[in-house]
């Protein structure tokens, strides 16, 4: 792993751990909610930013993981369970789904997607026996890791968080790894990487389905954090929440999406607190910052590092130039 | 059998409903390749001002004109300041016309409340024939005919104009085509303006088939970009055949598998795109 | 044995006929250059052998493996490779970077998920040895957007190759150099070993003499001629429809 992503990572866990220590229990909640929420928007970030994906109907998964819980927590109570099948029952439907809409151009992907999302969420309003329909389901499952049921909202924070950062870690690995950079090689130029021997059709399934069942898990956590789901969580405009959270994040990068989701959510919470008219809001925040560019703010990030560390630059440029004179003569 | 048949029928003027939805969805993206995700809105947008003139006494035909007016000028402002920037740019497009739909979407809950309404179905139209022992609406008939007239009249434009020419000429080489004093910001506006009106048209036919409640606009969004996925991008003869399908496949879901009928429609396109993968009359997207 | 054997294939666009009944071969170890004029059908025939389109008609085996059928990356792992007439690189990615992805097409661990693909020794060594062999080391961390045209050209040619491949399939290598880049340009190709044959487009006729051993002609989508230099260079019919009145055909 390279130093960023060390750094990174100690820095997470650091503030995993110090924050309870200065949030109120209003904030925790919050802090919690934006780590399932980060984990949803990284996903997202995955197709969007390495895979070249846009997809419109991502909160389809993020329904399934969660109805997933809330369903069969009545039945089954390990919790190791319930994650597993919700990793795995979302990772497959990406996966056949992916097969058929990857064949088309991405003009189609995209709204195929969409499509996609509105059918779980029309599924889940339409089978009320099952799912409580409009009204939504509380969900009765319990965190147990093994050691004791967890239900204070501390220890749940620290579950959340604690996943937060496996889930970054492994999307890490992932993107440094030969399968990682090859899906990248395919975003920047599809054709060549054809041209040079791969089965692009593969990578395209394997980044999608690795998306869908991240996807599928923060729904999951979200049904223990919230403890009732409704449909509403397949919905279109929620796809559309977490897009904005990876656009202002900064799309193309691994962190940005979380940091994304954070400003989204506190947004979100500071302005609806004083208007109902939030989705207007989110929406004139979206046309602004197509039509100002959609930079995101890792990529202001990267704009003051670069400021900050252009000494080291000119240096390297120097030897450059003299290496080229000491060949010249 | 004969209930079968009013089923068919109901289907199909659902189609017909669909189809001029679509219509304006799949000319403004096969056409100027822009991908307008508000067009819902639009809908939506019809159907709610039309509500609004009528509930103030004025005569459906008229709130329909104006209603069709209203829309096709919120088209002329949306791409006058918004859209035209970011033609060429798919993700842009997608996120701007997100971002459009969600604040239109929102106007409309804030101006017209949530409750669920219905457009009176116009005095002229109203009562129904009886098909030996069912009756069928009227009204439902008018949507069909309607429908028929449309296709006509894009069949006329398509084939006996020179516009269909001068806008695809304009989307692939903007400059020469204005170089030859074609007007093609002009060409391109119109074209969103007309998407943009036939939407709203189709929101206020819609109105006393299917109602208006939070939502519809995401819900015909959806259909309407099955239709035009499954009919073929830029299509509209393959707009026409895929909503009919769909529509009658919906109303015949309905009946059988209530719960589902949306899932079967889901299932249809996977089976359209998996045979053919640009649709049913579509051509290789640029 | 040919190593890849192309009989009467044909593809039309449309209306427009583009091979018509198209056949040559490339034998090991040979240099075979195809010339004709724009519009020929050169760069369609290179399509057709690599399979971005299906022929219509016809049929094309790699050392008697028929390959019509067969999807296009599958070729790289059969050993046939083929480079771009317009650079098709990866732009924003480093020197080294554009190596690596070419190198790891064909490593075993190319659906690895978990290790970083920059740690593995070998392709740090293959890339180093690439990167040394042609000069490019200085450049390693540079974009590649940021390379000289000629740079970019090769490199083009050092992807198809990190395949080492049995066939390499060269589209007009020299299109848009100057004089002394094409001339370093022939001088790499001739430098490359007899171990992998050669099929190359070619517009620049010094070019075509300093390297080929065969010369396939080729014009509106059909064989006119096939044959050693020396034939090729004294048919009239050639020089006619080649370089039409005035030009001369000069080596």
Excluded at chain 1, 261 to 278: H, K
Excluded at chain 3, 90 to 103: C, Q, S
Aim: charged residues 15%.
């Amino acid at each position: 792993m390279n130093k960023k992503a060390i750094y990174t990572t100690l820095l997470l866990i650091f503030i995993v751990i110090a924050m309870p220590l200065i949030l109120s229990d209003f904030g925790m909640n919050l802090v919690t909610e934006i780590f399932i929420m980060a984990i949803f928007a990284m996903s997202l970030g995955l197709i969007m930013g390495f895979a070249g994906m846009v997809s419109l109907g991502h909160a389809g998964f993020f329904g399934i993981g969660a109805y997933l819980v809330a369903i069969l927590g009545q039945h089954i109570g390990n919790t190791y369970l319930l994650l597993f099948f919700s990793i795995v029952v979302s990772g497959i439907i990406a996966l056949i789904t992916g097969a058929v809409f990857f064949r088309t151009s991405k003009f189609y992907f995209l709204m195929i997607t969409l499509a996609f999302g509105q059918l779980v969420y029309a599924l889940f309003w339409q089978m009320k026996s099952l799912t409580g329909g409009a009204d939504g389901m509380s969900v009765s499952a319990i965190l147990n890791f093994g050691l004791g049921d967890l239900f204070s909202p501390l220890s749940i924070y620290y579950v959340m968080g604690v996943a937060f950062i496996i889930a970054y870690l492994l999307l890490r690995l992932f993107v440094e790894s030969p399968a990682g950079k090859i899906t990248k090689g395919i975003m920047e130029n599809e054709s060549r990487m054809q041209a040079l021997g791969f089965n692009v059709q593969i990578y395209k399934l394997m980044v999608y389905t690795l998306s869908g069942s991240m996807a599928g898990l923060s729904g999951a956590l979200y049904s223990y954090f919230n403890l009732y789901v409704s449909p509403d969580l397949s919905g279109w405009l929620f796809s559309g929440q977490v897009m904005m959270m990876v656009i202002i994040g900064g799309v193309g990068t691994l962190f940005g999406p979380a940091i994304g989701a954070g400003v989204f959510i506190f947004l979100q919470n500071f302005i609806s607190s004083y208007t109902e008219r939030w989705p207007m809001i989110m929406g004139v925040l979206l046309v602004i910052l197509v039509m100002a560019g959609k930079g995101g703010i890792i990529h202001w990030l990267q704009h003051i590092q670069k400021a900050v560390f252009s000494r080291k630059k000119i240096t390297d440029d120097k030897n450059y130039q003299l290496k080229e004179e000491e060949a010249a003569s | 059998m004969s209930i079968f048949f009013v089923q068919l029928l109901t289907g199909i003027a659902y189609g017909m409903l669909y189809f001029m939805i679509a219509a304006g969805l799949t000319i403004i993206l096969g056409v100027m390749n822009v991908v307008n995700l508000a067009h819902g809105t639009l809908f939506m947008l019809g159907a709610y001002i039309a509500f609004s003139f009528i509930s103030n006494e004025l005569n459906f035909w008229l709130a329909l004109l104006l209603s069709v007016f209203c829309t096709a000028i919120c088209g002329v402002i949306l791409e006058k300041l918004l859209i035209k920037y970011v033609y060429g740019k798919e993700l842009e497009q997608v996120l701007l016309t997100f971002g459009l739909s969600f604040i239109l979407a929102d106007t409309v809950e804030w101006l017209w409340g949530t409750e669920m309404k219905t457009l009176p179905v116009p005095g002229l139209l109203d009562g129904s024939i009886s098909f030996g022992d069912t009756a069928f609406p009227i009204y439902r008939l008018f949507v069909v005919l309607f429908g028929c007239l449309l296709a006509l009249l894009l069949w006329y434009l398509e084939a006996r104009t020179r516009i269909g020419a001068i806008i695809r000429a304009g989307v692939d080489d903007r400059e020469m085509v204005g170089a030859l004093g074609i007007p093609v910001g002009f060409v391109f506006t119109g074209v969103f303006a007309f998407g943009a009106g036939l939407a709203g048209l189709s929101g206020v036919l819609g109105g006393p088939l299917i109602g208006m409640y939070t939502g519809m606009d995401s819900e015909i969004l959806v259909t309407s970009l099955i239709v035009v996925v499954i009919g073929g991008l830029g299509s509209w003869k393959g707009s026409l055949i895929g909503a009919v399908l769909i529509g009658i496949i919906e109303t015949l879901g309905k009946v059988w598998f209530p719960s589902l009928s949306m899932l079967i429609v889901f299932l249809l396109m996977m089976v359209v795109l998996i045979i053919r993968p640009n649709g049913l009359l579509g051509r290789e997207v640029a | 044995m040919s190593l890849l054997r192309v009989e009467k294939i044909c593809k039309s666009f449309k209306t427009l006929q583009v091979l018509n009944n198209v056949s040559l071969d490339a034998q090991p170890g040979e240099r075979h250059v195809i010339i004709g004029p724009n519009g020929a059908g050169k760069t369609s025939l290179f399509n057709a052998i690599t399979n971005q389109f299906p022929i219509d008609s016809g049929k094309i085996y790699l050392e008697d493996r028929e390959i019509n059928k067969l999807s296009s990356h599958h070729l790289v792992h059969l050993g046939m490779s083929r480079t771009f007439q317009k650079n098709n690189l990866f732009g924003d990615l480093t020197t080294e970077e554009n190596i690596h992805l070419a190198l790891v097409a064909k490593k075993r661990y190319r659906f690895n998920v978990f290790s970083p693909l920059v740690k593995r020794s070998d392709i740090r060594q293959e890339t180093e040895e690439i990167l040394q062999q042609w000069n490019l080391s200085d450049r390693r961390q540079m974009k590649v957007k940021n390379l000289s045209y000629g740079e970019q050209r090769l490199l083009e040619v050092l992807l198809a190759l990190a395949s080492k491949p049995k066939i390499l399939l060269l589209d007009e290598p020299t299109s848009g150099m100057s004089p002394a880049e094409t001339q370093k340009t022939s001088e790499m190709i001739q430098k490359l070993p007899r171990s992998i044959s050669l099929l190359v487009i070619e517009h620049d006729m010094e070019v075509v003499f300093a390297i080929a051993d065969r010369i396939t002609v080729l014009h509106h989508g059909e064989v006119i001629l096939s044959g050693p230099p020396e034939k090729v260079r004294n048919n009239e019919m050639v020089k006619e429809i080649y370089f039409g009145g005035g030009a001369k055909l000069h080596a």
